[in-house]
């Protein structure tokens, strides 16, 4: 297809796409994100093309396969629309029944529908799903309705109005007063308001300018912005080169990780098509506009997202941060402006062109407007993606949204913004979620990680394996983050493992705050929250632990025994199956002792010992009862006794 | 270049457009201290003990200050309870590593830094990278470079640099604070390119 070279042949292009679609046509779309592949979502995909072929409604029938819908707990998805029938964790042997029962009649299939965890009741349609009803996709929302390799279906969808409407119609000072009444803040991590950083870059002395997308998402748990260049590389396409005609930028990057294949597969696709119909390149949309964009992929290192260490990954050196100011925005990559930001800030900015800044900031709180994609995991029932508008409560994301603690259990606290970020605990739970309230709480919004715990998660434990994450990823140049982590590491480790002294916790305080206070980038100047968040909702955990040498949760395995209940056994023989270190004692009829020299605490006995039974028990800060001596060991059923 | 005038400790000083605070601070005689500083090579910021508080337009943060330029109308506190207590831990960092260095004993005595308050390093190296900026800025060598990130990093002669340029150089032996340096270069001397058996 030739290029197209004027904002008004666009809008027929645009136009000629949505004609030959037929509203009401059925389409199937199946999820089809890094995490549905996972589940098994391309041998569905075969299935239902093969179905689809073999029932003859190839021609009458669409499917799509798009982006993640950001339910991965229930992947893979098939949704059928246009009446958005929703069937969950499809698997192909499913195909031919939802081709039949849903296609070709209009039935439904309730095995595959949704099923409410707490009334049991179904849901046919996505929109009614709780997961999906509390949500506000604006930024996500489109991942469902397109296939991110055509350009067509994000076209019809409303795609590609904000850039003819940015070049031709506004003036980059325009663009740039537009994003700042928005008061769009960075979606990845910092926080500062979008608008403002363009405006530097404008502003600053020096040519070329640069653009750059930040998608080296690293966080542990963390995958929104690899959904979104996977599910709609478009939009950020379009939101760079919206940022790059304002800044006065006509070359952009888009440093991607190495780990994430099909975003890489996707952007380039779409870069491509773009391209071709000069979208990019010379004189985009005959404005006069050039714009050309280049991909790198990085090669997985978590301070590279950090953006004068990205920066200078960039450039071919060593991914390791400086200082600043200078800022990017005057000193960036070749020592020219350079205007970075995350995916999902890039993301926000078609919407914000096209609906405009009072609508954008109708939405949210009064520091920070708009929604923001979270990735809720660890120990919630609805794991998966979600965005929700600025100033919701965490209560509604983990419990309307999320459904909850799975398994009956208790939560104890969510932790947000990344490894750097921190434990929020339970009396907060009410707390509106923005950049401020975050940072109030000693937490962060970061990148919008969202780590669920429940009551068996030991918090010292949590801190443990975050500062290790840390002192793993440090780039080792300044003291307070490459030594100082070291040092926390040790502590931490020890306090685990039951060899915690007292003076330890005022080693971790004053290694907090030199790493607070003194590091060079914000790695390491955040690098302490873990402890600090989790000793200041939590201290009486590392008081157990160093004091008692309790875990309290639980879980800290140098600190607890598995012991069985000689009351309660039924020497059913189960978990000595079970144990893999021959660790358990015992025989048909005779009550079953763990030998705890041999136990390796797996925890195998635990969960082999039948609920109704509940023999085996985990005992931490009080010693193991000695075994039953052997001549007590017969075991008499209690019924039989009397 | 036009003059900025700022206060260094309350006295009012006058610095060139460009110039760090450290140089700033230096020219007026005010003492900070600092590691990994060199007059001869560019501005690192590793050690971070130069760190002061700098406060402008309302604002106040912790600044390393042989990278931070100076502003007009700054103001800079180079003491203060906070600053001394996290120069001492971070000189107590360091003397996990080398706990017997001249350079940091001197420091530690200023700043009440003991040496064995934390767990001890098998490494001597502080990574102030003082060797391998030399040799890449002055000497434009690279025979000394960082290997590996994080609490992994280390200092590592490349041998077949090393080979040809170290022996009638060794200008680097005398800026290591520590005697690691020499270790790792007689360590690589040894394994990669011992001297011919006479």
Not at chain 1, 24 to 42: D, F, I, P, Y
Not at chain 1, 234 to 259: D, M, N, T
Not at chain 1, 352 to 377: H, Q, Y
Not at chain 2, 47 to 75: D, F, K
Request: charged share 25%; glycine share 10%; with cysteine.
């Amino acid at each position: 297809m030739a290029r197209i070279n004027s904002p008004a042949k666009l809008d027929e292009f645009i136009k000629g796409v949505i004609d030959g679609r037929s509203e009401g046509r059925t389409c199937v779309t199946l999820c089809s994100g890094s995490a549905c592949h996972a589940t098994g979502s391309e041998a569905v995909a075969r299935k239902i093309a093969e179905q689809l072929e073999e029932q003859g409604l190839a021609g009458s029938v669409d499917f799509r396969r798009t982006g993640c819908h950001g339910f991965c707990e229930k992947g893979p998805i098939v949704v059928i629309d246009p009446e958005e029938v929703c069937y969950l964790q499809v698997q192909p042997d499913d195909v031919p029944e939802i081709i039949e029962t849903s296609i070709r009649g209009d039935g439904i299939i309730d095995r595959l529908l949704y099923v409410d965890p707490v009334s049991g009741e179904k849901t046919s349609h996505e929109s009614d799903i709780p997961f999906y009803k509390h949500q506000r996709r604006m930024v996500f929302g489109p991942n469902r309705k397109i296939d991110p390799t055509s350009i067509e279906d994000y076209v019809a969808i409303g795609g590609y109005r904000a850039l003819p409407k940015a070049l031709g119609d506004m003036s980059p000072e325009a663009v740039i007063d537009e994003v700042k009444a928005a008061n769009l803040r960075g979606r990845g991590g910092g926080g500062f308001p979008a608008g403002i950083k363009w405006e530097f870059a404008r502003k600053a002395e020096g040519e070329p300018k640069y653009v750059v997308v930040n998608c080296d998402e690293g966080d542990p748990g963390a995958y929104m912005d690899r959904s979104l260049m996977e599910g709609n590389p478009y939009c950020v396409l379009e939101g760079l080169a919206i940022g790059a005609y304002a800044i006065g930028a006509h070359e952009g990057y888009f440093y991607v990780r190495q780990e994430y294949p099909l975003a890489l597969k996707n952007l380039e696709i779409a870069i491509a098509r773009a391209k071709e119909l000069g979208l990019l390149g010379e004189n985009i949309l005959g404005t006069g506009f050039d714009f050309h964009v280049k991909v790198h992929r990085g090669a997985g290192a978590f301070v590279c997202g950090e953006e004068t260490a990205l920066l200078k990954s960039l450039e071919g050196r060593v991914g390791e941060p400086r200082p600043r100011p200078p800022y990017p925005a005057v000193k960036g990559l070749w020592d020219r402006p350079t205007n970075i930001n995350n995916v999902e800030t890039w993301a926000n900015i078609p919407l914000i062109i096209n609906e405009g800044a009072k609508a954008f900031a109708s939405i949210g709180t009064d520091s920070s407007k708009g929604t923001k994609i979270f990735s809720l995991v660890g120990k919630i029932s609805n794991t998966g993606l979600v965005e929700v508008p600025m100033g919701i409560t965490l209560r509604d994301v983990i419990y309307k949204i999320g459904g909850g603690i799975p398994g009956g259990k208790k939560f104890k606290a969510v932790q947000t913004g990344g490894p750097s970020g921190g434990c929020i605990p339970e009396n907060l739970l009410d707390l509106e979620v923005d950049f401020n309230k975050l940072t109030e709480a000693g937490s962060m919004m970061g990148s919008g990680g969202m780590i669920v715990m429940d009551e068996e998660t030991c918090m010292v434990d949590v801190a443990r394996y975050f500062i290790d994450f840390l002192a793993d990823e440090s780039c080792g140049k300044c003291v307070p983050c490459r030594e100082g982590l070291r040092q926390m590491q040790g502590i931490l480790t020890r306090i685990t493992m039951g060899e915690g002294v007292p003076e330890d916790i005022d080693k971790l305080e004053a290694l907090a705050e030199a790493a607070q206070g003194a590091s060079l980038c914000a790695l390491g100047k955040t690098a302490a929250n873990p402890f600090l968040s989790t000793f200041r909702y939590f201290r009486e955990e590392y008081e157990a632990h160093i004091e008692e040498k309790r875990c309290p949760a639980l879980s800290c395995k140098a600190l607890i025994s598995y012991y069985i209940d000689p009351e309660k056994c039924q020497a059913c023989m189960r978990c000595m199956k079970k144990c893999p270190s021959d660790a358990i004692i015992g025989a048909k009829k005779t009550i079953h002792i763990i030998d705890q020299e041999k136990c390796t605490k797996c925890g195998e006995c635990l969960d082999a010992c039948p609920t109704k039974f509940g023999a085996v028990t985990k005992l931490s800060g009080v010693p193991v009862p000695p075994p039953l001596p052997e001549d007590r060991r017969a075991f008499v059923r209690k019924s039989k006794a009397k | 270049m036009s003059d900025i005038s700022l206060q260094i400790d309350g006295r009012p000083v006058t610095a060139r457009e460009g110039d760090t605070i450290l140089d700033a601070a230096r020219e007026a005689g005010v003492a900070i201290p600092t590691l990994c500083h060199h007059a001869d090579l560019e501005p690192y910021g590793g050690c971070r003990l130069c760190i002061v508080e700098a406060e402008s337009r309302g604002g106040s943060q912790l600044v390393a200050s042989c990278v931070y330029p100076v502003e007009e109308g700054l103001s800079v506190t180079t003491r203060s309870e906070k600053i001394d207590r996290i120069r001492r831990t971070l000189l107590e960092l360091l003397m996990a590593h080398a706990p017997d260095s001249p350079q940091l004993l001197e420091m530690a005595e200023e700043y009440g830094a003991k040496r064995d308050r934390f767990d001890a390093s098998s490494s001597f190296c502080i990574h102030c990278g003082l060797c391998v900026r030399y040799c890449a800025e002055v000497k434009k060598k690279n025979a000394v470079g960082f290997v590996d990130r994080g609490p992994k990093k280390e200092i590592a002669f490349i041998p077949s640099i090393a080979s040809k340029e170290c022996r009638d150089c060794k200008e680097c032996f005398e800026l290591c604070p520590t005697s690691y340096l020499q270790a790792a270069f007689v360590l690589t001397e040894s394994l990669a390119f011992p001297h011919e058996s006479e």
